[in-house]
């Protein structure tokens, strides 16, 4: 059990971690070749397709992984099967509506772009195919195969970096439908290598049988409409607020300066959120299937104490080579992120706390809680943003970003207290101010610079590597072995 447990995390973070790695470097040679521009336009294709995503999958792929995980027999086989007739319906209404309305949907979401509208109708396609590559993907997450989870995430970031290129190319030479092209290229890649894992050790021939021959069941839609339909309203509100920043930054600045907010967005949250939600993958399914109460929270005290560790080095690491890392992953015309970057950076390491701490409101499914809780979050976002970021600077919605990581972390840590009586034992008080001190003192130390502190580096690394080894030292899988067993 415990060597299951350590592959399985182990392969999700991997998996992520090359997806990551890919998306980097493939952003790295559109921003050489198309600059911020190119990068600028990028981002609100991507952002586009996310906010289309939320509603042509219902955000359901939280409620697939957790209604298949806890359901056996017949029983899994219905549900599976209502979902994917449910994801199918919406996908075709999305995409049906975002051809009929192109015009609409380019004068708002493209503002000053050239032939948006034609790519808007064009996006239909990475639309129609990532929706059913969430599905795949959840039955696998579902079925806990971490290995072949990961391996569709590497083939869907290799396909982005061997496209990125020509791609690049084709935009600077006039034509921007190959960025949609690129998107689309990624999602088809991804879908077919789930289809192949997922075949027949997750019943996906199966299921899509059963969802063609049979008429769906009426308390598998009821769970999954009840789960997915409140998470659908959270997402499409998260993904749309975050496509209003970029519009604003747009309107603003132009393409450029969204671009330079991309890439503070991405190196602050889209790329962690990646490795967060692979770890979701694994961490939900653990909860949720986890019936005692005393190791269900110190399952969360666990993973907790995990996120203080790594994240806290992790996160200094990245303040103190932000520099080097904008220039690394996209180019020296990036160096107007970092006014974003200064304050985005900490807020990551609270974001990654408040992850931890809310994810048990999923696993037990108090989804009244879970929506007024992203609700607030992405409002007070928006509100803050709209407040400091009246001239249109990307800093402006940096400030907003850690004000508003305060506040999700506060609810977190009073979440798990009420509810499932988390207290605060030495080892996470000491490594809350630990981590946090670490953090402060490169964010200070680095505020205004414009290069990498060797110095800083060196220790924030040395910091990580050490919480690393604890970690792996095979006693928090262990852990987590047992009382996956006893419950």
């Given amino acids: 059990m415990t060597v299951r447990h350590r592959r399985a995390l182990i392969s999700t973070v991997l998996g992520s971690a090359a997806l990551?790695?890919?998306?980097?470097?493939?952003?790295?040679?559109?921003?050489?070749?198309?600059?911020?521009?190119?990068?600028?336009?990028?981002?609100?294709?991507?952002?586009?397709?996310?906010?289309?995503?939320?509603?042509?999958?219902?955000?359901?792929?939280?409620?697939?992984?957790?209604?298949?995980?806890s359901r056996e027999g017949e029983v899994r086989a219905d549900y599976t099967a209502t979902v994917l007739q449910i994801m199918l319906g919406t996908t075709t209404i999305v995409v049906a509506g975002t051809f009929l309305f192109a015009p609409q949907l380019a004068a708002r979401a493209l503002p000053g772009v050239a032939d948006g509208v034609v790519l808007i109708r064009w996006m239909t396609i990475p639309v129609m195919l990532g929706?059913?590559?969430?599905?795949?993907?959840?039955?696998?997450?579902?079925?806990?195969?971490?290995?072949?989870?990961?391996?569709?995430?590497?083939?869907?970031?290799?396909?982005?970096?061997?496209?990125?290129?020509?791609?690049?190319?084709?935009?600077?030479?006039?034509?921007?439908?190959?960025?949609?092209?690129?998107?689309?290229?990624?999602?088809?890649?991804?879908?077919?290598?789930?289809?192949?894992?997922?075949?027949?050790?997750?019943?996906?021939g199966a299921t899509i049988r059963r969802a063609l021959t049979r008429k769906g069941d009426a308390e598998a839609g009821r769970h999954f409409l009840g789960f997915a339909g409140t998470l659908v309203v959270t997402a499409f509100v998260g993904t749309t607020v975050v496509l209003l920043l970029r519009v604003w930054t747009t309107a603003a600045g132009g393409l450029t300066s969204a671009g330079f907010f991309d890439a503070a967005w991405t190196l602050s949250v889209s790329a962690p959120l990646m490795l967060m939600a692979a770890m979701q993958g694994y961490y939900l399914p653990l909860l949720s299937g986890t019936r005692e109460a005393s190791a269900f929270t110190d399952t969360v005290r666990d993973f907790l104490l995990l996120a203080l560790s790594l994240g806290a080095p992790a996160v200094a690491l990245s303040i103190a080579a932000k520099p080097g890392l904008v220039t690394l992953l996209f180019s020296s015309e990036f160096q107007g992120a970092l006014v974003a970057l200064r304050w985005m950076l900490p807020g990551l390491y609270l974001t990654s706390l408040a992850w931890v701490l809310t994810v048990p409101?999923?696993?037990?499914?108090?989804?009244?809680?879970?929506?007024?809780?992203?609700?607030?979050?992405?409002?007070?976002?928006?509100?803050?943003?709209?407040l400091l970021n009246r001239g249109g600077s990307p800093e402006g919605i940096g400030m907003a970003y850690l004000i508003v990581s305060v506040g999700r972390v506060l609810f977190g840590l009073w979440y798990v207290r009420t509810v499932h009586a988390l207290r605060a034992d030495p080892a996470l008080v000491c490594s809350?101010?630990?981590?946090?001190?670490?953090?402060?003192?490169?964010?200070?130390?680095?505020w205004a610079s414009r290069e990498v502190h060797l110095a800083l580096v060196a220790l924030a690394a040395g910091c990580m590597l050490l919480a690393g080894a604890a970690a792996y030292d095979g006693r928090f899988f262990a852990r987590l072995g047992r009382r996956r067993t006893a419950s």
């Fill in 20 to 69: 990551m790695a890919f998306t980097m470097l493939s952003g790295k040679i559109v921003a050489v070749v198309a600059g911020p521009a190119g990068i600028g336009l990028l981002s609100l294709l991507r952002q586009f397709r996310q906010s289309s995503f939320a509603l042509s999958t219902m955000s359901g792929q939280t409620a697939l992984v957790q209604g298949t995980a």
């Fill in 131 to 204: 929706s059913m590559q969430f599905f795949v993907s959840g039955l696998l997450m579902a079925d806990r195969r971490m290995e072949a989870y990961a391996t569709v995430q590497t083939c869907a970031g290799l396909t982005l970096l061997v496209l990125a290129l020509p791609a690049s190319q084709l935009f600077v030479s006039g034509d921007a439908r190959s960025l949609v092209g690129l998107l689309g290229a990624r999602s088809a890649i991804a879908l077919g290598a789930g289809v192949a894992f997922a075949w027949g050790a997750s019943r996906l």
């Fill in 361 to 386: 409101i999923l696993a037990h499914a108090r989804m009244r809680v879970f929506v007024k809780y992203e609700l607030s979050w992405n409002i007070g976002l928006l509100g803050c943003a709209w």
């Fill in 432 to 446: 809350f101010l630990v981590g946090s001190v670490l953090v402060l003192i490169t964010t200070m130390a680095t």
